[in-house]
């Protein structure tokens, strides 16, 4: 790291600038921090490039592209702006402290022992997977674009990296003359200047392998001229001496010359999975990585110096956008590589106008987040309308009406997920928004077309909920945002459900007819949010996986509803035991299919796998009681529906907004960890619940509850928050709806259970489950739940 000059910025957008990480001929790349002191790689333009339209596209696809990779095995674009109306365009990542693999095969430790290698082949071919499911081609991996971290290698530089579907002409060449790609970890149909596929990756997959069991570049590149190599890449076999046996044959597949003949990223995982368990670098590398964090942690800013020659980057920073180095790895730490002659770059910016301080991006998120909310509750409040136009609802025969909703609505979530990371979230909501005004529409007949109504409102409601929590977390990639707006999102569901109940007891033409205006305002506005652009098409639907998961959704869903009246019948058992085994062999089967609704991975992080079991423990517990409050304080105080349902619970909203908006984002960045909000809101949110049923038993008046239930709404705002972007985290990548579903199907699995314990007359008194199911899901959070959830990423504290 260098200090900076008297030209540098001291600020871009949010990011204090402390150090220069390096500078390239297209750009300068900043070490900088937040305002809590979070270390990010921050990239800037060289003015004159800034300039020029056609570079500032270029960057912008860049940026775009890097996003839709996330952060899975890469590094993470954590915010940017390339608008046209910004001097300099700029994009800051996740930095990630440690030398790539050239610096530490080359010159610092030598090949890497078996066991590294086999990890090192496990999660870049993860890697891999991620960016060629997001549609694109890295084009250039190599060791330089691989840095070594304690927790496993990372993929950085997408710079030339090119989508799928673009590729037609422009497989080789960027500019005339200008190859694309590095000596020694080249294609061949790179080299013979073919069209390429994500096959061409795998054959550099193979090439950085052996360079790490060997420490050899492939066809011995830097012992001969270009041609001669390009020649060996084209026609000769690899020199395999030196690679461990148990990793030859896969080596050897990956490297083949027809690319139809290498295994895909998907299976390399399957064949490497299980050597990742434990330390995964010898403990010299370990040191190493230990000493440079202790140095970062530790670093203060140094005066400010004159502007140094130009020179690459003297750490390689994690950027996804960053120019190619077909020369190899820069040193890290140590000696700097002499300035290029024969590109001498630009200064940042002339000393004649000082450096502007980028604002930071403000696109239209807040009203994009309004229409989510709207989306969301127009679904909501579908699954509230129990009686529509008079039809009897009669718990001992069950409402053909109310499960006719919720069966489909449940069981489509799954598949709404997949959907939305196939074919983008902002169309899977106006897809879904349409359908559910067409079926409330319908659902204004009567007989048996309000029961059609009703299961296509439920199926099209899936689709829409699935859809809002996959862009609540795509369309706000900065943690700070990421966590405000999943507070949002569970004050409008929560909330949604707290006033729902009672407000359907009013005329129920008139409800209906709400709602769809909140689906129509919905879908008028969804303009606003980011553009979709299909992410997995090409690839077959998990037809097994549909049925196996839409089935076993669908039978436990039916069977709390029949459960209802009598839980040890025949029909229930059998719905119950039946619904649980299908979703044990849903999950079993999402290990074997190729392009599975739920990953296995999604399941393996424990944060996430513990967050689902709390979202699902505390569905049961308080989500099944907040609906029925509503009408307990109008049975207990005469209240009318609009007073019970809305004036009455209005201090629980407001408490549970103040929770998830302002308490629990303001303590995560103060560096509270997730887990310690996750477990004290619920604590806090049981406490409030019991306190609040005891003084209606108690026959206290309303002015009395009010502590409690607001100790409850601000129980339930901590927690919710965090816990909803514990398992939708950052780092997800294509996979965020699949995550966003398996919340949304928790969620409504736990609360259509603890729903028919509530209000079974048998159970007394009903509401101590609630306590006992919320106490349940804070001992699973703390157990489970780590200091940071999921990636880490989304609940940072920045």
Known sequence: MDPLTAEDPTHIGPYRLVARLGVGGMGLVYLGRDDVGRTVAVKVVQSEYAAQPEFRRRFAREVAAARRVGGSWTADVLDADTDTRVAVPWVATQYIAGPDLTTVVARDFGPLPEHSVRVLANRLARALGVVHEAGLIHRDLKPSNVLVTVDGPRVIDFGIARAMDSLAGDSLHTRTGMLIGSPGFMSPEQVRGLELTSASDVFCLGAVLVYAATGRLLFGATDTGLNAHLFRVAEEEPDLTGVPESLLGLVRACLEKDPAARPTPERIVALTEGG??????????????????????????????????????????????????????????GPRRAPSPARPPAPAYTPTAPAPEVPAPAPRRPKGLAVIVLAQLAALFGTMTQDPLDFDFDLERGAPELYAFAVPFGALLLLGGHLADRLGGRRMLGVGLT???????????????????????????????????????????????????????????????????????????????????????????????????????????????????????????????????????????????????????????????????????????????????????????????????????????????????????????????????????????????????????????????????????????????????????????????????????????????????????????????????????????????????????????????????GDGQALDAQ
């Open 276 to 333: 990742d368990g434990g330390v995964w670098l010898p403990g010299e590398v370990l040191a190493q990585l230990g000493r440079h964090a202790a140095q970062l942690l530790d670093y203060v800013p140094a005066p400010r110096a004159e502007p140094p020659a130009a020179e690459p980057a003297a750490h390689p920073v994690a950027h996804p956008v960053t120019e190619t180095a077909p020369d190899g790895a820069v040193p890290w730490p």
């Open 435 to 789: 359908g559910l005004v067409a079926a409330w529409v319908l659902g204004g007949s009567d007989g048996a077309a309000l029961i059609v109504g009703r299961v296509l409102q439920g199926g099209f409601a899936a689709l829409v909920t699935a859809a809002a929590l996959t862009l609540v977390a795509t369309a706000f990639p900065e943690p700070g945002a990421r966590v405000r707006a999943f507070g949002v999102y569970a004050t409008a569901g929560i909330g949604g459900a707290a006033v729902g109940p009672t407000a359907v007891e009013m005329e129920q033409k008139a409800f209906m007819g709400l709602v769809v205006i909140l689906a129509v305002i919905a879908l008028v506005g969804i303009r606003v949010l980011p553009k979709d652009r299909p992410h997995r098409t090409g690839t077959r639907l998990d037809l097994p996986g549909v049925l196996l998961g839409t089935l076993g959704t669908a039978a436990l869903l039916y069977g709390s509803v029949k459960a209802w009246p009598e839980w040890g019948s025949p029909l229930t058992l059998g719905l119950l035991v039946g619904g649980a085994v299908l979703l044990v062999a849903f999950l079993g089967w999402q290990s074997a299919a190729a392009d599975p609704l739920l990953p296995p991975y999604v399941l393996k992080d424990r944060n996430r796998l513990g967050g689902l079991l709390a979202v699902f423990l505390s569905g049961a517990g308080i989500l099944s009681l907040i609906p029925f409050l509503g009408f307990i304080l109008m049975a207990e105080f005469g209240y009318s529906p609009a007073r019970g349902g809305m004036v009455a619970m209005a201090p629980v909203i407001a408490a549970i907004a103040v929770g998830a908006t302002q308490v629990s984002p303001r303590l995560l960045r103060r560096g509270v960890a997730p887990r310690l909000l996750i477990v004290a809101g619920l604590v806090t949110t049981a406490l409030g619940a019991a306190l609040t049923m005891v003084g209606i038993q108690s026959g206290v008046a309303y002015g009395t509850l009010l502590p409690a239930m607001m100790l409850m709404g601000l129980g339930i705002g901590l927690a919710f928050a965090p816990l909803f972007a514990t398992v939708v985290a950052a780092g997800l990548g294509r996979h965020t709806g699949a995550a966003a579903a398996a919340v949304a199907t928790a969620q409504t699995l736990g609360t259509s259970l603890g729903t028919a314990l509530v209000i079974d007359d048998g159970v007394r008194p009903w509401w101590a489950l609630v306590f006992l199911f919320l106490l349940l899901a804070g001992l699973v959070a703390g157990l489970m739940v780590t200091a940071k959830s």
